[in-house]
């Protein structure tokens, strides 16, 4: 079987991915498309370590969703206190650092 | 107790899977989903009976022996009843949330030992007492669980009702609290098993002890917050009848919640039955039974299975018998700040332990001094008084707002309830002359908080 | 077309599709729903490719946690601009970014890995020239792969996680205080 096909399907998703953060404007719909895009890395990855045989692509996506679990905790929590401080959470409206 | 590092012989080991043929597999399929139902409608019966038998009642003794088919005939029941979709109900979702809460509780089976390998009646064929086994095994069965909280999840959220999306709030915190502390628990199994498949942890107890002994503390946390996963009593938070009506399920009738029932039960037998996979030795005979030769052989296994299962099942009702709802913010502090520190704790201690033993720079008896000591200390600490917190300044005793922050409140220490108002109807408020001018004129905080 | 290609190939339809449903639709909720789908169907990919370890590690991280701690959120900040789409000032910069991305990431990788085979069925060698003892993949090579030669990644990672958490703790503390003070000053609104 072909490695490309992983490849583009990795591509797609990362380009749907970035296509959701330029567009959407909810904060937390953000976020998944942030999610897709580190998936599609995540595909690549593991693409790569079968590609090689090695094992490297398979640690380095474990490690990538080790930081995206931190980054939704931090994120979350400054989206829920964004929303507190706002009653919003689009991202538009969160255009000025204080308050 | 000496326990090998990893390499086990499993009996029934990874490579006797993914031999069967097609037949085998959807008959061992087919098997479990009838094991799983009829378990269900069995346990269900069974907790109605000793929940009467602790309140001194005697509970469904009416329909078949001993009231046998009572649940039977609840189902048919159900069954029949009108199905409701609220008005303001998410349709789809409402539909999809009972399917998305009873199919991972009946997939995480594929993985559950219920025997050795045997011989298929009337037939050549052997195959091990298992679905399939998965070098993951453990991992798969966390991961399958935890997509079941979506059903609950989402059946609050979809019914558009405030009770139902409180219930299933409360549940996705809890479960995912709990699950970090149920994962942990594992943690200490796995590194004495050396693996994280089922059968291959059956067998490394078979091999040196069932692990509930030297990972007691394990145990306990695990025991715990199965409860807490499986949202039974006293952890029953997402459904709390007393405060939410039905929690996640208000909503719900028929046989979506018909189907909300049966992944709960189905739940509860499938966390029983991974307690008794990982700590109570699987499906080999416990000890008085295991003298003899052939309780590990054929069928029996299964009967030494169900009967431990049966035994955490019991467990399950006793403590809804017993124990009264515990408020949300004391359940999510046990499993935050109780739970999951101690199983931290607790791994890091038999980490080392196990490169001590896996080095062999330690003898046992030293290690066992060691940790009788560790045991020593413990519980001495436990009887050093707790200095008590300071008393919290008391707020300054000012008015007494009812309404303060938009929500009614009871008063705080200090504060004087205000004297009842007089109420007086409508019609005859003009005549009578005004009791108390305050009270009335004044606009009151209902109002201030309505504006 | 062996089997693992159909499954491959039903997969990425299945992907694609709930990955463009997840930046498309207008509800949040079912946003997190197409992408549970999304990320399951990931975690299928990586079992055709036998990274087992890594995709019940998705499968648990983030649909069983990450999603729900998203829905939760959702929750939470349940406002009336939750329903509100796409910024339409936005999307001419974001087909030519998306257009450009996909172009540049296709040529690359497919000029770049063209022809390359991917044996899904035979054993290939463990990192280091180790022996081989299992497939590629499963728990025990992964976690040898991590406690010998990625042990420091490891341990910065939980410092990480660590500060993560800190940090949530943090955030979520300050601004319930500010609340408090808030409500104190304005009184019930």
Redesign the interface.
Known sequence: MDATPFLTLSALLFTIGAVGVLVRRNAIVVFMCVELMLNATNLALVTFARVHGQLDGQVAAFFVMVVAAAEVVVGLAIIVSIFRARRSISVDDASLLKY | MNYPSVHLAAEPSLDAFGTDNGWVIALKALLVFVFLVVFTLFNIWFERRVVARMQHRIGPNVNGPFGLLQSLADGVKLALKEDIIPKSADKVVYVVAPALSVIPAFIAWAVIPLGPVVTIPFTDIRTPLQLTDLPVGVLYILAVTSIGVYGIVLAGWSSGSTYALLGSLRSSAQVISYEVAMGLSFVTVFMYAGTMSMSGIVEAQAQNVWFILPLLPSFVIYAISMVGETNRAPFDLAEAEGELVGGFHTEYSSLKFALFFLAEYINLVTVSALAATLFLGGWRAPYPLSLWDGANEGYWPVLWFVGKCLAFIFFFIWLRGTLPRMRYDQFMKLGWKVLIPVSLVWIFGVSIVRVIQNEGGVDQQTLLIIAGVIVALLLASAFIPEKKPADEPAEPAGDFDAFAGGYPVPPMPGQRLPDPVVTVPADASQDQPRSDARDLDAPTNEEQSRG | M?P??VV??LL?VL??AS??M??STPH??????W??V??GA?AG??LV??????A???????????V??????????R?P??T????SR??P???F??FS??GV??VV??SG????????DSQ????GGAAPP?R???????GE??FT??VL??EV?SV??L???I???V??G??RD??RQE?AAG???
């Open positions: 062996t693992e290609l491959f190939w990425s992907t694609v990955a463009v997840v930046v949040v909720v079912h946003a997190a729903l992408l549970v999304t990320l990931v990919c990586f490719l036998t990274a087992e370890f890594v019940w590690v998705q499968v648990l991280i983030y649909v069983g946690a990450v729900v701690l998203l829905l939760f959120a959702l929750m939470l900040t406002s601009a939750s509100t789409g796409a910024t936005n999307r910069v974001a087909a970014a998306g991305t996909f990431l296709a990788l497919t890995f063209r022809g390359i085979v991917l044996d899904l290939p060698d463990q990192l299992e590629i993949g499963d728990t025990r090579s992964v792969a991590i030669h990625w990644a490891f990672l990480i996680l500060a993560a958490l940090g949530a703790i955030v979520s300050r601004v500010r609340d409500a009184g019930g609104s």
